[in-house]
């Protein structure tokens, strides 16, 4: 079965929004084994969506469309699919119900428009959204002839509508349209992802180049992830058992060869989740002093749910004196080494071990610019201190990139060093550098 | 003049590669004032390559192509534009030079399939790469005709290859096919963004319907942003002088309806920008105390550079226990009405304000999931407190989604109060609700 992905909204079209939708959809559709030849965006505008739409029936089996299923005059997709597939719009009234009650909760009042998206293809499966007011929409059937001019009229296909904001998209993807799309296609791609942390991708690559050369099926692919790099073992077969027969062995090799670089193999734990089930494992508690970073390291770990059993406190100590009255780093580290420094990264390890009362305390100091680097001390200097029980490893690194992306580096790098030092010490693993 | 992109590459249709061209190509093309309805991915494919060519240059004036230029067999983008503009392939020696050059500086050595790249079409300009090998090539001029089959034979088209890493495209765009682009289409599209805050995408619609029916030039689109709305304003002139003039009466009618609710409309500035500015104009201390938000709202805070003449200390206090003894939220509060209440979030907001000696406080608690819902505090209630000078308003809020979602969403709202109270406070302006 062919798909085709069909982006829709002016704001793709003048590139003001990057199409991550489209490389969210494609990824999907080839672990699903649809094989997907064409992407395509198109603006809101009727006519040439109603053509985007009407070249994609004649080539492909399943059309997906993310965006235009809002509120609004200018959201045309809904409306457009139904009409090349020849079917009626009519009011869901289950549909009507969920939309004034996602107003109801926020105490606010659905206006006429909102009574639009309640609207729905005759003979279309509806797809619940959890996370905002337009449903999502499958209209499965035969096209319709037009006089017998349509070239493919009688071609069964499928058209999938889905909202255009990731956050709705990507869960009603999963939770709806990938059984569809499984019981369409017979057969499965598995894939199983081995992920790393504290290793660079180009590493990473050199150690497999000889699995990936030989690779058939299974195939093994890289891709970098701040600060991780994940390994994509996939292979296709009859059934999930047959595939993941196929998969075992290449994942046990990457293991083999990795060892405690990697993290996880679950599709479902992040870096964070990784850290939080080892502070779980040995009954830790655990705080984090940040000054670069600003809260963006307590932010992670507080995301995984079941934290509140080893998270308390945590404190953002932005100014030298909150770094003094805080965690009690001493006026002569500051004033001798400068709040970027290995010294003052340890102090305020120690120190937030001390007051928030916990076993485990990392502390992140640096520069993010883009202002306040010097020869001595560039932008993207950071040290972060890891104490666990008492005994306190200090790293220097150096990132590139924006204020946002160094931010964002050190928080991942945060995250790898608390693991290493608890397997370190907990596990007596020792890790190259 | 109508442009039209199409990125080449097996790695986009399967989603392995962001298109991230895609939308850089789409931003430069409306700058430079010209129409963009089409956006496509192929794949390493010549017959549908060739398809999506004859397909563009049926509908559009300018093609510009990305990828496909590289040395090996399954680059095919030069050959088959030549192909479809019915020009024969040329070695041109001063591209092989470049590349030869290229790989000595290297102390590499040029392979066969290298000299692929320095095979330009009849007639095309050639456009030097200064980072990678693969020069570019404009093909300017008539469709030829197949026989009289080709409904835009004699057509003066323009097809613009370029190659696919970012690093090579970018530089080779600006350096080159912008003063091309530029001579082609006198004139110019200019838009402006007017960002508001604390409003519905719905809301604002229905406010503005009647402008975004009478709209020609400029335009007028509204796109929902996490807590966010932001209408772009686009007009197409001569000049930007002329534009500007054009989108001026738009913004300033904008400015009217909405008032307060607008919080910018600078294109550089974000939402957590225009609260630091505010702060900063009023000479403010800011202090954050958070809960189920675990360190994101000071994150977001801390991404404006020049934050530390404001921001010197915050808290994470996740436990009930942490919430007592650094901030002093007393323990008859915490059993009376629980940690997510009006209460708990006030003395919250009071006791960060007096901790960290600062002027505005903001607290945050709520039930962020997917576990610690109850029916009488369901997941997604939030409990907002910004204190300024002592004067403290706390809001209720009811989000959905899942645990990350909720705790955007409350990050968002909670730099909305901020905003809010410190304009209610020293500009006496104020809100609806």
Chains 1, 2 share one sequence.
Request: hydrophobic fraction near 40%; proline fraction near 4%.
């Amino acid at each position: 079965m062919i798909a085709e992905i069909i982006c829709v909204g002016t704001e793709l079209l003048l590139g003001n929004v990057v199409n991550t939708n489209g490389a969210y959809l494609a990824r999907r559709c080839a672990a699903l084994g649809l094989s997907c030849y064409y992407q395509s965006v198109v603006g809101d505008n009727g006519g040439r969506l109603k053509e985007a739409i009407e070249t994609a029936v004649n080539r492909s089996d399943v059309l997906i469309l993310s965006g235009g299923l809002g509120p609004t005059e200018d959201d045309l997709t809904k409306e457009t699919a139904a009409a090349v597939m020849g079917r009626k719009l009519i009011l869901d009234e289950k549909s009507k119900e969920s939309i004034a009650s996602y107003f109801k909760k926020r105490g606010m009042e659905a206006t006429d428009n909102n009574w639009k998206q309640a609207m729905i293809p005759e003979g279309a499966l509806i797809l619940e959204n959890h996370n905002g007011t337009a449903p999502g929409v499958i209209i499965p059937g035969e096209v319709p002839g037009n006089g017998g001019e349509t070239e493919v009229a009688g071609k069964f296909v499928h058209i999938v509508l889905l909202p255009g904001p990731p956050s709705e998209l990507v869960p009603m993807f999963e939770e709806s349209v990938v059984p569809y799309l499984s019981a369409l296609e017979p057969g499965v791609i598995y894939s199983q992802t081995v992920k790393l942390c504290g290793v660079s991708e180009s590493k990473v690559e050199t150690q497999i180049q000889d699995l990936i050369d030989a690779q058939t099926n299974p195939t093994i692919a890289t891709y970098a992830k701040m600060g991780e790099v994940h390994i994509r073992v996939t292979a296709a077969a009859a059934d999930e058992k047959e595939a993941k027969k196929l998969t075992k062995p290449v994942v046990k090799e990457l293991k083999n060869r990795f060892g405690y670089d990697i993290y996880s193999t679950e599709e479902d734990t992040t870096l964070e989740k990784a850290v939080v089930d080892l502070l779980m494992a040995n009954a830790l508690t655990v705080t984090c002093a940040e000054s670069c970073t600003g809260g963006m390291l307590s932010a992670r770990l507080i995301n995984v749910p079941g934290i509140s059993d080893s998270y308390k406190s945590g404190y953002v100590t932005y100014s030298n004196k909150a770094k003094r009255r805080i965690l009690g780093v001493k006026k002569g580290t500051l004033q001798k080494h400068g709040a970027v420094s290995r010294q003052t990264a340890e102090e305020m390890a120690k120190g937030a071990a001390f007051v928030a009362k916990a076993d485990v305390a990392v502390a992140v100091t640096g520069i993010a610019g883009p202002d306040g680097g010097t020869e001595e001390k560039p932008v993207g200097l950071v040290y972060i201190a890891c104490s666990v029980k008492g005994k306190v490893t200090v790293r220097e690194y150096h990132f590139s990139g924006n204020r946002e992306k160094i931010r964002v580096s050190t928080t991942a790098a945060a995250l790898t060093l608390m693991r290493r030092c608890m397997l370190e010490y907990f596990s007596k693993v020792t890790f190259g550098q």
